[in-house]
């Protein structure tokens, strides 16, 4: 029935709203099947009417940038919803101070700070996510994470309603907070610090070239696995990995990086067991070895 109701609503939009659609090439890992809905709206409006006809009656998963999610290769059994264009604006509100949209990209929202004289944003350059994806996770890189530069939230809820979250609403911690999982993020406020274009500029410079040192680039890897854990030990996961892990395991096609150990990697065509296996055998062997356990970074989407 569901179905019938959306195939229904999708001819009276502009929206794209799409049944069975492959999500393989919506995700670095480049790992994945179908989903049996997908949709992207492109005004707030038309988000708004398809979250009150979908509403409860179906799982929904948010989809940024792709760059931390593990697809299975399975059918998702509900809808993804991946925010489109109209949802990437980028303007000031004051001299120091952002409006960015959710699904613009942290390195665009870097850029557009770095063109207004606003530092503090630098670190966003070197990491590939969507706004949206940067407050779920709490981002962050080189000793610095959304936390420390984001004022203000507006979201929606799966009901259709809109309202705004200050950050003093929420409880961050490293890679995450306590927001509902229930919520679209549509837009966020960030406050930097006025600072002449050309230091921002060398900064981004550095931070560029020590992430290309130590971080593998251009592969079909959705970055750190592992979240490092900071309550268990001072050791970085590479690290626990490397003391670990035989080197040069691989599941099929699902490799780890030997430029950084946290760094998962579709080879070729690996499939998602391949994957989840190589995730669940570096899991296990850090405890056995070690007693730590890890916790993932990455999304996995069943």
Same mark, same amino acid.
């Not at 019938?4 to 001819?11: C, G, N, R, T, V």
């Not at 962050?140 to 420390?148: A, W």
């Given at each position: 029935?569901?179905?019938?109701?959306?195939?229904?609503?999708? =001819?009276?939009?502009?929206?794209?709203?799409?049944?069975?659609?492959?999500?393989?090439?919506? *995700?670095?890992?480049?790992?994945?099947?179908?989903?049996?809905?997908?949709?992207?709206? !492109?005004?707030?409006?038309?988000?708004?009417?398809?979250?009150?006809?979908?509403?409860?009656?179906?799982?929904?998963?948010?989809?940024?940038?792709?760059?931390?999610?593990?697809?299975? !290769?399975?059918?998702?059994?509900?809808?993804?919803?991946?925010?489109?264009? =109209?949802? =990437?604006?980028?303007?000031?509100?004051?001299?120091?101070?952002?409006?960015?949209?959710?699904?613009?990209?942290?390195?665009?929202?870097?850029?557009?700070?770095? !063109?207004?004289?606003?530092?503090?944003?630098?670190?966003?350059?070197?990491?590939?996510?969507?706004?949206?994806?940067?407050?779920?996770? *709490?981002?962050?890189?080189?000793?610095?994470?959304?936390?420390?530069?984001?004022?203000?939230?507006?979201?929606?809820?799966? !009901?259709?309603?809109?309202?705004?979250?200050?950050?003093?609403?929420?409880?961050?911690?490293?890679?995450?907070?306590?927001?509902?999982?229930?919520?679209?993020?549509?837009?966020?406020?960030?406050?930097?610090?006025?600072?002449? %274009? =050309? %230091?921002?500029?060398?900064?981004?410079?550095?931070?560029?070239?020590?992430?290309?040192?130590?971080?593998?680039?251009?592969?079909?890897?959705?970055?750190?696995?592992?979240?490092?854990?900071?309550?268990?030990?001072?050791?970085?996961?590479?690290?626990?990995?490397?003391?670990?892990?035989?080197?040069?395991?691989?599941?099929?096609?699902?490799?780890?990086?030997?430029?950084?150990?946290?760094?998962?990697?579709?080879?070729?065509?690996?499939?998602?067991?391949?994957?989840?296996?190589?995730?669940?055998?570096?899991?296990?062997?850090? %405890?056995? %070895?070690?007693?730590?356990?890890?916790?993932?970074?990455?999304?996995?989407?069943?």
């Amino acid at each position: 029935m569901i179905i019938k109701d959306l195939e229904k609503f999708s =001819s009276k939009i502009k929206s794209d709203v799409l049944f069975d659609y492959e999500i393989k090439n919506y *995700n670095w890992f480049n790992i994945g099947g179908k989903t049996k809905v997908f949709f992207k709206p !492109d005004s707030l409006k038309e988000l708004i009417e398809f979250l009150k006809l979908y509403s409860h009656r179906g799982k929904i998963f948010i989809l940024g940038a792709g760059s931390n999610v593990l697809f299975n !290769d399975k059918t998702f059994q509900g809808s993804i919803i991946k925010l489109g264009k =109209s949802f =990437s604006n980028l303007s000031l509100l004051n001299k120091d101070t952002i409006i960015a949209g959710a699904s613009s990209t942290q390195k665009k929202l870097s850029e557009f700070a770095k !063109d207004n004289n606003i530092g503090g944003l630098e670190f966003m350059s070197c990491i590939p996510g969507s706004v949206g994806g940067g407050i779920r996770m *709490n981002s962050g890189c080189f000793n610095k994470e959304f936390k420390d530069v984001l004022i203000s939230l507006q979201v929606i809820d799966f !009901d259709g309603q809109i309202r705004t979250i200050p950050t003093s609403k929420i409880n961050f911690k490293y890679r995450g907070n306590d927001l509902p999982k229930d919520i679209i993020f549509l837009s966020a406020t960030f406050r930097g610090s006025i600072k002449t %274009k =050309s %230091k921002i500029q060398n900064y981004m410079k550095e931070l560029k070239e020590k992430k290309e040192a130590s971080q593998p680039t251009r592969l079909k890897t959705s970055g750190s696995t592992f979240k490092n854990p900071k309550d268990q030990t001072s050791k970085k996961v590479w690290e626990l990995i490397k003391t670990s892990v035989p080197n040069n395991i691989n599941f099929g096609d699902a490799v780890i990086s030997e430029k950084h150990l946290n760094f998962f990697v579709n080879k070729k065509n690996a499939s998602y067991q391949e994957m989840k296996s190589l995730i669940d055998y570096v899991k296990n062997k850090v %405890k056995d %070895k070690t007693g730590i356990s890890l916790d993932l970074e990455i999304v996995i989407v069943e």
